[in-house]
């Protein structure tokens, strides 16, 4: 009678290979769930590394893509000395409020537009067919008439940029009202609800997570718009700053002033998926 071998232990690359317990939602859970935000630093400090890699090697001139540590620096200049004889931070609130004050009349006239276009026939049939024609063109296209209608002031700069974000938030708030589900519209008139209560605590919740996507992509659209407003008679501004400095290649200027703006964009987008998560945490889970 042979003595049976011991069992050998997994060696390291075994151990290494072997699957772990499957998580709750891994498989059968929401798409694409899971925790990102090591993969996103790790990418922008790939895309850092390889931009002062091409710099540092000398393979694109610098008046084609200056160094970071250069535009660090000329950000540090105009900080501290400004643009044009205007402080750097004026320039920032400038921009931020032309961009802000139209999204806010965006989504005041927008949101109770969508609603209504989505729950009725009527209003849908009469600003459908003039919101879908002027949506798809460019801010560029429609520039020289609000000049021509509005002046050189900041009422044409408000109002392009009120033109780029208005439709995504029509649209989005329109399309949200498609999110109620009829039982629930059904459910809540057979306990007597009015359509004011019907519209505010059955469709009005199903239609919020819509709106906020809509909602951060129209001011995605806004800040695209900005350089455009900023085109014509600005003095101030980010959009101003970027175009006046490119005028006289100065890229690093440019450079900076984009990063500025993404920043700024980005840092609101942040606000409004934390609202999402307060006002909706239901998204994505039903």
Same mark, same amino acid.
């Given at each position: ?9 997994? %060696?390291?690359? #075994? ?13 059968? %859970? ?11 630093? +790790? ?19 610098? &008046? ?16 501290? /000395? +400004? ?5 750097? &931070? ?23 537009? +969508? ?39 900041? !009422? ?6 009120? &033109? ?5 938030? =029509? ?26 209560? =019907? ?7 199903? #239609? ?11 001011? +995605? ?20 700053? =970027? ?5 006289? &290649? /100065? !890229? ?7 990063? =500025? ?26």
């Amino acid at each position: 009678m042979t003595d049976t071998p011991p069992a050998k232990s997994p %060696g390291p690359l #075994a151990r290494l290979s072997r699957a772990r317990p499957t998580r709750p939602g891994e498989i059968y %859970g929401v798409p694409g769930q899971g925790n990102t935000f090591w993969l996103s630093v +790790g990418s922008v400090l790939v895309m850092l590394f390889v931009w002062w890699l091409v710099t540092a090697l000398g393979l694109v001139k610098p &008046l084609f893509v200056p160094s970071p540590q250069s535009v660090l620096a000329k950000f540090v200049q105009i900080w501290n /000395q +400004g643009f044009t004889n205007t402080p750097f &931070l004026e320039h920032v609130a400038i921009s931020t409020f032309r961009v802000f004050s139209a999204f806010l009349l965006a989504c005041l006239i927008g949101l109770p537009l +969508g609603l209504a276009m989505g729950m009725s026939p009527v209003m849908r049939g009469i600003f459908d067919p003039p919101i879908e024609f002027y949506r798809p063109i460019p801010p560029l296209a429609y520039l020289p008439l609000m000049i021509i209608w509005f002046g050189i002031d900041e !009422t044409s700069k408000i109002l392009l940029i009120f &033109l780029s974000v208005f439709a995504p938030i =029509v649209l989005g708030a329109r399309s949200g009202v498609k999110s109620a589900a009829i039982e629930q519209i059904h459910a809540a008139y057979s306990f007597g609800a009015t359509r004011w209560q =019907v519209m505010r605590h059955v469709i009005l919740p199903s #239609a919020m997570p819509e709106i906020l996507t809509a909602m951060r992509v129209g001011i +995605g659209f806004g800040w695209t718009t900005l350089v455009a407003a900023e085109m014509v008679a600005a003095t101030k501004g980010l959009g101003y700053m =970027v175009l006046s400095a490119s005028q006289f &290649l /100065q !890229t690093s200027v440019v450079i900076m002033g984009i990063f =500025v703006i993404a920043i700024i964009a980005f840092a609101f987008d942040l606000l409004m998926r934390f609202l999402e998560r307060r006002l909706v945490p239901w998204k994505g889970r039903m």
